[in-house]
T-cell receptor, first 110, second 116 residues
Framework: KQEVTQIPAALSVPEGENLVLNCSFT??????LQWFRQDPGKGLTSLLL?????REQTSGRLNASLDKSSGRSTLYIAASQPGDSATYLC?????????FGPGTRLSVLP | EAQVTQNPRYLITVTGKKLTVTCSQN?????MSWYRQDPGLGLRQIYY???????DKGDVPEGYKVSRKEKRNFPLILESPSPNQTSLYFC???????????????FGSGTRLTVV
């Protein structure tokens, strides 16, 4: 069965810290991997998309890496800010279905 | 603006009263999907569609119906809603990718449904 897990489940850090969120997937035959941000009760905003042939993508203070062979992706957030507080979800595209991880709830304290 | 539009955003209804949540995308995406999100259970796929007239069950299809008569629209139908269908619903769409690289999902803003 295709499963996606995320560690940690929750994270609380002081403002300014660099941090890493982890995503693991059991089936490495992926089409792409996508990181999303979700604010409470709101929709999902796409942050970064890494295609299966790529190893990383960067957008501003965000950097996502992909290691298909080990079934892992990391989302690196540099110089965290209180506005980064949200739940971060990774989703793996297997062609006919996207499998979501449970998310990491991030709190950045001023 | 490229987007997925869901309506309504909020809906309160009574048990057994049929309802439809609409979803429309303007990006010419082949793939569309419905999810529900519940606390502690994450996002679970209800139904998906690879293209017009092609639909298939996801992980939690019971109590739901869908149709894909046009490429841009993918309505979610609850024939006889029950309180356990109270949830936050999301529609999403994408181009159909290949294993050399996919295109990623675009999500709608969500529909919060309460069934009393």
């Amino acid at each position: 069965k295709q499963e996606v897990t995320q560690i940690p489940a929750a994270l609380s850090v002081p403002e300014g810290e660099n941090l890493v969120l982890n995503c693991s997937f059991t089936d490495s035959a992926i089409y792409n991997l996508q990181w999303f941000r979700q604010d409470p009760g709101k929709g999902l905003t796409s942050l970064l998309l890494i295609q299966s042939s790529q190893r990383e993508q960067t957008s501003g203070r965000l950097n996502a890496s992909l290691d298909k062979s080990s079934g892992r992706s990391t989302l690196y957030i540099a110089a965290s800010q209180p506005g980064d507080s949200a739940t971060y979800l990774c989703a793996v595209d297997y062609g006919q279905n996207f499998v979501f991880g449970p998310g990491t709830r991030l709190s950045v304290l001023p | 603006e490229a987007q997925v539009t869901q309506n309504p955003r909020y809906l309160i209804t009574v048990t057994g009263k049929k309802l439809t949540v609409t979803c429309s995308q303007n990006m010419n995406h082949e793939y569309m999907s419905w999810y529900r999100q519940d606390p502690g259970l994450g996002l679970r796929q209800i139904y998906y569609s690879m293209n017009v007239e092609v639909t298939d069950k996801g992980d939690v299809p019971e109590g739901y119906k869908v149709s894909r008569k046009e490429k841009r629209n993918f309505p979610l139908i609850l024939e006889s809603p029950s309180p356990n269908q109270t949830s936050l619903y999301f529609c999403a769409s994408s181009f159909t990718g290949t294993q050399t690289g996919g295109y990623g999902y675009t999500f709608g803003s969500g529909t919060r449904l309460t069934v009393v």
